[in-house]
């Protein structure tokens, strides 16, 4: 992925954890590849423009609901793409849409995450992404003079 994400032009940044910048787990890389000191320096989300999820395992799990999670709470507005090879994420998709049909996420949130079977594909609509600002959530902002004021937010039940 980040070889055909790097031949159309765009750069790469892959953030390694130290503990996992051994050569035998990682092969080679294209771009930048800055090490941090533990995981949750991997979610820096100044830098980046989006997020690009491969198939993998639990790790991979956590980080595409963390990075999800943080733009339904509007801590950033970039695009999440999972690069569905052979249908992997099909099922997660499946269960996404379970989710909001069953009303545990809204609509906007499940747009959050985009996903597509080739790199080219995926480029093209993390590029054209415009976020969808979920009305619930719009009252909440993340800046330090914000954070010292109380939020009231609608906690009731939709049964």
């Not at 787990?25 to 320096?41: A, C, F, H, N, Y």
């Not at 509007?74 to 999972?82: S, T």
Request: hydrophobic content about 45%.
């Amino acid at each position: 992925m980040s070889i055909a994400v790097f031949l159309e032009g765009s750069q790469v940044l892959g953030v390694v954890p130290k503990a996992l910048a051994k050569e035998d787990l990682l092969g080679k890389t294209i771009g930048e590849e800055p090490r941090v000191s533990i995981m949750s320096d991997r979610h820096n989300v100044k830098h980046v423009d989006a997020f690009i999820a491969l198939p993998g395992g639990l790790g991979t799990l956590e980080e595409i609901f963390h990075i999800s999670s943080w733009a339904q709470l509007h801590i950033h507005h970039k695009p999440i793409g999972l690069l569905d090879v052979n249908g992997f994420y099909d099922k997660l998709l499946s269960f996404l849409d379970q989710v909001m049909e069953q009303k545990f996420l809204t609509s906007s949130a499940r747009q959050i995450i985009i996903s597509a079977t080739t790199a080219k594909q995926l480029i093209d609509q993390l590029q054209s992404f415009i976020p969808i600002i979920d009305p619930s959530m719009s009252r909440i902002h993340w800046s330090t003079k914000e954070s010292r004021k109380k939020l009231s937010l609608d906690l009731s039940i939709h049964l």
